[in-house]
């Protein structure tokens, strides 16, 4: 077998021409391999949470069905030991948090006679290392809550001391929260991460304009949709605005803006509102997902979902307008920058008023 020679090589320099070039295509280089650490990185972590998972859903499945010893996990995990010495995982607490974890996710399933047979590990949960996994579920109250944690650990690139300071300082619970009726509407747990994907309020603070019409809005986030898919979240890509939904009969009816999510692949409809949240609006808005649901949406998509951003709302008056509504529906708001209001800036001096003042002053100081 041919040695492998690991010492440094010295490259006489001044027998090659470094030009712009040559250092683009290094850094092309490195960064090609930076990446493809990063990949293999993630394809190792995403494999070895994957068999955590189904080790979790096996286990759980059986554990339920079998009157199992309370031996039954130090049981499994000398055998796992025994049959894969040398590889670690195996211990007894390693997989009792591997169940508990599957279960963790899955509990709206057990609430609600398991509406669906199984839930694959979520493609994004690989991007996150099982330590992180660990503290998210054994620290957060609710699916929505631990989904959140690993979407901001993904976002921001957290260390597991990052992430367990954020969960001590109650990140979650700073957050608005959208209202929604996912849990009536959408079989979990679909609805937890439906949920996960919504907040309120938006910050709509990027528009630099006095906002007074639902079109001015309309236009401003259109016009600077990269921002307001960035506020929106990972996952969402723009579909268009002022979609004509034309019905069989020849009516056409026209939501404001409509997005599809990657992660839920799903439809989302956007309505926008500039003034407080009435009734009303989600009667239209409930319309809205069903026109999309029965003219744009596809055999492998998820259900369409319907998001009303208003300016405020009344949580006892939304959550009684959800009543009788059949699609999924969420109301959130947003915050604006605040303007001087005309009669407010009516009342401030004038420039030159200013400037008057300002030349007094100094005209004293000299003296």
Known sequence: MAKTDNKP???KRDTIIVGKEYAQLLSTLKDRFRRSQIKAAVKVNTSMLEYYWCMGRDISRLHEAAKWG???FDCLSLDLKTAFPGQTGFSVTNIKY??????FYNQANVIRQRLVDEFDMPADFGMVPWGHHIDIFTRSKSVEEALFYIDETIRNDWSRPELDAEIDDNLYGKQGHVLTNFDEKLPAPYS???KAILKSPYDFRFIDKKI???KQLEDELAANITRFLLELGQGFAYVGRQMELRMPGGQTFIPDMVFYHTRLKSYIV???KVVPFIPDFVGKLNFYVSAVDELMKQSDDNPTIGL???KSKDDTVVEWSFRGMKQPLGVAEYQLKEFISDKAAKLLPSEAELQNVIDTYDDVSDD
């Open 9 to 11: 090589a010295f490259v």
């Open 70 to 72: 309370s031996a039954f």
């Open 98 to 103: 591997a169940k508990r974890w599957y279960e």
């Open 192 to 194: 937890g991460l439906a």
């Open 212 to 214: 007074t019409t639902e």
């Open 270 to 272: 956007c309505e926008l």
């Open 308 to 310: 009303l951003i208003c």
